[in-house]
């Protein structure tokens, strides 16, 4: 069935980085574009990033500029994002998406990222 | 990129209909026709239940419906049931392939 899993969450100091993973099954993943969203504990949804079906561009949320990069492998129906110098406001459950008619069609359960020293 | 203003919380009885307004400006809501709607429990991933403004996904009651003029979309819910409680988030395309969300309304069946 269709179906994407995040993994690579835990706990990390700020200044430190990581790096997130969605595996992707059930569907023509390279067809996609994908995103990341994130949810900060009790609060909203706000859209992280965007990858295009074959990674030829890429777009960010401002607060994630220059530190977080998004990518994917195709080979391996695989997405990513990439966090450097991560700061307490970056605590999240990350949820990864797939963007059909320019909404998010397919989620992600997601993974908590909790920032803290 | 400001979060698209919706009501932090609203409420109706069983059988009622509620709808959840979604303020953005010119430069999305405004100005795209791709506005999107999510349903969402605790601990649960989101569900989308409309997108392109007024459509439904294959499976999403039909008591979902949605609208927009100008710059506010409108999400109405027909005959509440005690299943609708949850969360529900607006979200709209805006310039250079960015997403903008609502700060999520809270719906409470009494």
């Known amino acids: 069935q269709v179906q994407l899993v995040e993994s690579g969450g835990g706990v990390f100091q700020p200044g430190r980085s990581l790096r997130l993973s969605c595996a992707a099954s059930?569907?023509?993943?390279?067809?996609?574009?994908m995103h990341w969203v994130r949810q900060a504990p009790g609060k909203g949804l706000e859209w992280v990033a965007l990858i295009s079906y074959d990674g030829s561009y890429e777009y960010y949320t401002d607060s994630v500029k220059g530190r977080f990069t998004i990518s994917r492998d195709n080979s391996k129906d695989t997405l990513f994002l990439q966090m450097n110098t991560l700061r307490p406001e970056d605590t999240a459950v990350y949820f990864c998406a797939g963007d059909w008619d320019w909404s998010f069609d397919l989620w992600g359960r997601g993974t908590l990222v909790t920032v803290s020293s | 990129q400001s979060a698209l203003t919706q009501p932090a919380s609203v409420s109706g009885s069983p059988g009622q209909s509620i709808t959840i307004s979604c303020a953005g400006t010119?430069?999305?809501?405004?100005?795209?026709?791709?506005v999107s709607w999510y349903q969402q429990y605790p601990g649960k991933a989101p569900k989308l239940i409309i997108y392109?403004?007024?459509n439904r996904p294959s499976g999403v009651s039909s008591r979902f419906s949605a609208s927009k003029s100008g710059s506010t979309a409108s999400l109405t819910i027909s005959g509440l049931q005690a299943e609708d409680e949850a969360h529900y988030y607006c979200c709209s395309y805006t310039h250079s392939d960015t997403r903008v969300f609502g700060g999520g309304t809270q719906l409470t069946v009494l």
């Open positions: 059930g569907f023509t993943f390279s067809s996609y574009a």
């Open positions: 010119s430069s999305d809501i405004g100005y795209y026709n791709y």
């Open positions: 392109g403004v007024t």
